[in-house]
């Protein structure tokens, strides 16, 4: 991670310090050492207890240093409408949705009906539904908050207030792209199309269908680059709720390292 990034951090958590009136030498890391432990059980996915011995802190303390780094970098993210005005301004002429579960092992909680709540069919596994809108090319731009599992994705679309939005922008010459998990998620939506029971579909349905499953993949590459450069986003052991927290930490500090190498694509060195 650049050394720019690990200082953004770092003046972050001090302007928090600042507005907490922390007085100095309370704490036992300073604001860079504290930046540099937050990035790292980020990025490596590490269990709490290595930092801490690490750092020579306690687990509560680590855990408290790690809750309030995700506190600021998720202030940090963007709103729904600051990513489609942002996606406008670039000159998209597309979005994705896409729906992506963010593995936990906590003890499983029961839902209204007597379900398993954070369990997913689909996925045979326990885990938070989170919602993230991508750019034509795959970056992420926008992260929802948690859902349990078991929910669908367009009842998490709805829930998560996107479909009105989204809508409106596809007004404005700005549609999304998304699979049949979307179905009757509205006229801002393009779906492929789906074969009814014994039927088929037509040669142009079978070519439109390629055409937007060669266009959608790259939402997949969405959810993969914050899973693959945040490790501990793979599987979060912590109360289930905060996933959604997590996963903005991630994207804001996945934001600030793009954008760093584009300013300075032949800059090596990091921490």
Known sequence: ???????FLA??????RVRRRTRAGTRALGEFKQAVLIIRWLVDGAR???????????HATCDRYVEEGVT???????????ALTAAKAAGYTHLHLDGTLIETD???????????????????????NIQVLSSPGGDPLWTSEVRPGRE????????????????????????????????????????????????????DQI?????????????????????MRFKALRNVSKC???IGGIVAAALVLFHREQAHKQLSPSVNAGC
């Open 1 to 7: 991670m650049p050394r720019e990034v690990v200082l």
């Open 11 to 16: 003046g972050l958590l001090r302007a928090e």
């Open 48 to 58: 709490i207890a290595r930092p801490a011995a690490d750092n020579a802190i306690s």
């Open 72 to 82: 600021v970098l998720k202030a940090q993210a963007p709103t729904l409408q600051e």
């Open 106 to 128: 906590r003890c499983r909680a029961l839902g209204p009906n007597g379900a398993d709540l954070w369990w997913s069919g689909e996925h045979k596994q326990h885990g938070g």
């Open 152 to 203: 669908h994705d367009l009842t998490c679309a709805r829930l998560h207030g996107l479909l009105d939005p989204l809508a409106k922008a596809a007004e404005d010459g700005l549609i999304t792209l998304a699979d049949l998990g979307y179905v009757d998620a509205g006229m801002g939506f393009r779906l492929p199309y789906k074969r009814s029971r014994g039927g088929t579909l037509t040669d």
């Open 207 to 227: 070519q439109y269908n390629k055409v937007h499953g060669a266009l959608r993949a790259l939402a997949e590459r969405a959810n993969a680059q914050l899973k």
């Open 240 to 242: 289930p709720w905060k």
